[in-house]
């Protein structure tokens, strides 16, 4: 059984679709999305309604325009980087329709199954805090075995880093998907994880795709939408968007 986990698509429309028909070449069985469909990118809309009837569990982005709220909880850091999110946010909410609000209201914040005796957790962020926690490369090991110790899963999947992640603790295997839309580990092309279920054996890979982020970053261009957007596109990064008040940086996500 092969199984393709997609996660921060993020209003990316040519990422999806290159995504998507990486996937259908591939004959996998079964899709699984893990949240933050919305959100940075130029085509909420379409991206969310290509996802209809695909497996889904809700990101902090898709809980933030849902109920059209004032913060999608990330981590920015002061200044401007606080005003694109706030920017991203705002044009997001006012570019969703009612339906796919509602839809993305819908969405559970968790999900569960069981595959040839493996047991699967999907969330967006973490067991403890699904929307918002950040499981990084960077995360301690005292941190894992907290938010792991309760799951009864042997495979927790998850995403909302935007950096691919393999890591195993307690027993347990910890998989971040990475980002379709955004990717943040330096390498600006779509990103998703595939895994294979045999005799209850588990193994995965995760895929790079090209697509055209050219063609994404227009569309930025056209909508009004902050120019630093396009700029993490481009470079698969993060990067200083100004003066950082407390010299600490934050996964912006
Ligand atoms: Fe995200």
Not at 148 to 167: F, S
Not at 172 to 182: D, F, P, Q, W
Request: aromatic share 8%.
């Amino acid at each position: 059984m092969l199984l393709a986990f997609i996660s921060d698509i993020h209003g990316n429309l040519e990422a999806l679709e290159a995504v998507m028909n990486d996937i259908k070449e591939r004959k996998v069985d079964k899709i699984y999305c893990l949240g933050d469909l919305v959100g940075y990118g130029p085509n909420p809309e379409e991206v969310v309604r290509k996802l209809i009837g695909i497996p889904t569990i809700a990101g902090n982005y898709d809980d933030g325009v849902g109920y059209s709220k004032s913060s999608c909880g990330c981590q920015y850091n002061p200044g401007r980087e606080t005003e694109v999110g706030d920017i991203s946010l705002n044009w997001t909410i006012e570019n969703t329709s009612e339906e796919i609000k509602a839809h993305l209201r819908s969405l559970k914040h968790r999900m569960e199954f069981e595959l040839e005796g493996v047991k699967f957790l999907l969330v967006h962020g973490s067991p403890l805090n699904e929307l918002l926690e950040y499981v990084t490369p960077q995360t301690n090991q005292e941190r894992l075995l907290k938010i792991t110790e309760n799951v009864k899963a042997d495979v927790i999947i998850n995403g909302h880093t935007h950096l691919p992640m393999a890591k195993f603790v307690n027993g347990k295997l910890i998989l971040n998907a990475g980002s379709v839309g955004r990717p943040k580990d330096k390498d600006p092309r779509s990103c998703y994880l595939l895994l294979n279920v045999e005799k209850g054996v588990v193994s995965y890979e995760f895929i790079r795709v090209p697509y055209d982020v050219k063609t994404t970053c227009e569309k930025m261009a056209l909508y009004g939408l902050p120019a630093e957007l396009a700029v993490v596109l481009a470079l698969g990064s993060s990067y200083n968007m100004g003066k950082v008040d407390s010299g600490k940086q934050f996964f912006v996500v």
